[in-house]
């Protein structure tokens, strides 16, 4: 199934936006699961399992396992191996930011959508269609473009004024517009939940692309004001204040109960 059908068949069947996203911080990490000898798998595994049934997405991060070398980079592939092979009707959007030539392009989309078999990654689109279409060429995959991100120095590029008289995150939405008209349903892009007037600007601009939205929870986007205007093709992320929500052994318990109430106020929105 393509990505975008596989979510937003389950977002209309769950009736919520939420993907979960699973940044393992090796210094919030509980005490409990730092013991083990893959602590990152451990704690993003017992996550999922608590949490698989009432949400749309997941979206690891790679940062989090880099860090750690080839053994941080097992325990990715370890829990890309453990939704795909377990939960298949949750997506994976594989957080891994990347950008680059088009030969070193085709080796990453190998790599997550050949071997790895994520449904989707996030891509810088600086450098260009060339650097992007190596993804595309999956006809199943799909890429979310980083076009307004939620942290607070995005204006520093993002929002410059091109020789159009557009914002630069403008010119990136037309640009993915149209790439997506070439690959259906292949391309979205990234808009922050930081920027929600931006975002409803964005929306109304392009009702056809599919949204990947991170800055709600910790970061302070507000859930009501994403839900007004986002439209149901659409991920709402939040990651530190589901995964965090307790630091003792009862971690996934509580990201479970954070998730049920994140959904709940959703579902009176959607």
Request: net charge negative; charged share 25%; with cysteine.
């Amino acid at each position: 199934m393509k990505f975008y059908d596989k979510f937003t068949n389950r977002s209309n069947e769950l009736k919520t936006l939420l993907c979960l996203g699973l940044d393992p911080e090796w210094e919030k990490l509980p005490a409990s699961i730092k013991t083990s000898d893959k602590a990152l798998f451990a704690f993003c595994k017992e996550i999922i399992d608590a949490t698989h049934d009432i949400v749309v997405a997941y979206k690891p991060n790679i940062a989090f396992f880099e860090r750690f070398g080839y053994k941080g980079i097992e325990q990715f592939e370890n829990l890309v191996q453990h939704i795909t092979s377990n939960y298949p009707h949750v997506s994976i959007v594989a957080d891994v930011k990347r950008g680059d030539l088009a030969n070193t392009a085709k080796e990453y989309a190998k790599y997550y959508f050949g071997d790895l078999k994520v449904d989707t990654v996030t891509l810088s689109p600086y450098m260009g269609g060339d650097s992007i279409e190596p993804f595309l060429e999956y006809k199943d995959n799909a890429v979310f473009l980083l076009c307004l991100t939620s942290n607070p120095a995005s204006k520093d590029l993002q929002k410059i004024k091109t020789s159009t008289g557009k914002n630069f995150y403008e010119e990136v939405a037309n640009f993915s517009k149209s790439l997506n008209e070439k690959y259906k349903d292949q391309v979205g892009i990234v808009v922050g939940a930081t920027h929600p007037e931006e975002l409803a600007q964005i929306r109304n601009a392009f009702p056809e692309l599919a949204f990947l939205i991170p800055g709600y929870g910790a970061q302070g986007g507000n859930l009501g004001d994403i839900m007004k205007v986002c439209a149901r093709n659409s991920l709402i992320n939040s990651s530190r204040s589901i995964i965090f929500n307790s630091n003792g052994t009862d971690f996934a318990i509580k990201a479970r109960e954070k998730v049920e109430e994140i959904n709940l106020e959703m579902k009176n929105l959607f």
